[in-house]
Structures are given as C-alpha cells and as structure tokens.
C-alpha cells in the first residue's frame, strides 16, 4: 500500500464549476500537508500548506484536512482554464516530501 | 531573487552510460533535494543534501548519488543508467532542512534513457 493515494482523474470540468481533489494517507508522522499545481514540462509549485487539522482558505482555493481520518482535500471554486494542471498533494515526514500521484485537471471554457 | 535552475534541460543516454545532472538552488536556500518523476506519477525522493551533506535518502540504489558545492548548488549522478531511470528529474531548493513544507522546485531535467 503506498503512503499516500490520490486519485489520478483525469478529471473534466466546465469553467466556473467547483473541484475537489483529494488524497488518504497511512503514516501518522505526516506533520504538513502541501498541494502543489504542475503545469506540462514545468516543475511544481507550491499552492497552499497547512499544518492542523481545518480548513485554510487562499483566494478561490481551499485545502482541507482531517488528521483522524487521514484525509486532505482542495477545492477550487469558479474555476477557470488556466487551473487546468496536474495537482499533486504532498506530505512532509522529517524533511522529504511524499507525493500522491497526481490528478489531472482540464477545466474547458 | 533568482529562482531554482536546472541542467541540461532534456538528454538522451543509452542503457549503461553514466549521466550527471545539475541544479542551483534559490539564493539564500541551504538545502537541496532531488526527486524522480516518472511519466503519469508523483515525483519519488531521491536524497537531500544538507550544507554538503547528504540527509536523508529514498528508495534508490547506489548508482544514484549526488554532491552539493559550498555555494550549495548541487549534482545528482546516476551510474549505468536502466530503461527505468527514464524520468524526469526534479530539484528543489529550501531554506533549512528541519521544516522543509517550502520547497522550490526547479523546471526539471528530462532524462531519456534508449
């Protein structure tokens, strides 16, 4: 079973929906949780991070966790094309970061 | 501020040859980490060097080894290269190895191996 599992889509919106994206996890050492947005033939940047359990709200994106069931989310709101990516979650456990494999994200005008 | 660059962009190797990848880290970082992403998955850690040391290490074999340079830019070598090792190969940059959320990545090297 891998650390963490995330849904890989691909997943098709119309412009303006709601997504949610989400991934589980198994290692209770994970102290912070990262999505990161990846654009084709780029590297990933850093979206939002959070450290507890809530909610965190940047503008049209909202991450999400729940520690007791080891699950985080991200929701985008009036989504546009230009969030079409890939979105990765990622947790930190002392130093590294262990990544979900990704969900591809197309939002369509 | 400049941010996290990588070199060479894309290569192409043959199965056994030996191949060094190149990455400066985001001025004032002190560590850096190297993670491979295969096509359609997650990026995988590699290692991570921490002021020229290496602190920490994934599931990778030995052939797979780095350096970091007192400016703190860094190598990652990669020794009698597998079909497998095809990947993109990404470096991220942080300011301190012991709270390590911030990550810079870089562009990424592409590494295709015939």
């Known amino acids: 079973q891998k650390e963490v599992e995330q849904d890989p889509g691909p997943l098709s919106v119309p412009e303006g929906a709601i997504v949610s994206l989400n991934c589980t996890y198994s290692n209770s050492a994970f102290q912070y949780f990262m999505w990161y947005r990846q654009y084709s033939r780029k590297g990933p940047e850093l979206l939002m991070y959070t450290y507890s359990s809530g909610n965190k709200e940047d503008g049209r994106f909202t991450a999400q966790v729940d520690k007791s069931s080891k699950y985080i989310s991200l929701f985008i709101r009036d989504s546009q094309p230009s969030d079409s990516a890939t979105y990765l979650c990622?947790?930190?456990?002392?130093?590294?970061?262990?990544f979900g494999q990704g969900t591809i994200l197309t939002v369509h005008p | 501020e400049t941010g996290v660059t990588q070199s060479p962009t894309h290569l192409i190797k043959t199965r056994g040859q030996q191949v060094t990848l190149r990455c400066s880290s985001q001025s004032g970082h002190n560590t850096v980490s190297w993670y491979q992403q295969a096509l359609g998955q997650g990026p995988q850690f590699i290692f991570q060097y921490y002021r020229e040391e290496e602190n920490g290490r994934g599931n990778f074999p030995p052939r797979f080894s780095g350096l970091q340079f007192p400016n703190y830019s860094s190598e990652l070598n990669v020794n009698a290269l597998e079909l497998d090792d095809s990947a993109l190969y990404l470096c991220?940059?942080?300011?301190?190895?012991?709270?390590?959320?911030?990550?810079?990545f870089g562009p990424g090297t592409r590494l295709t191996v015939l």
């Open positions: 990622a947790m930190n456990g002392s130093g590294k970061l262990t």
């Open positions: 991220a940059s942080s300011e301190t190895s012991l709270v390590a959320f911030e990550q810079f």
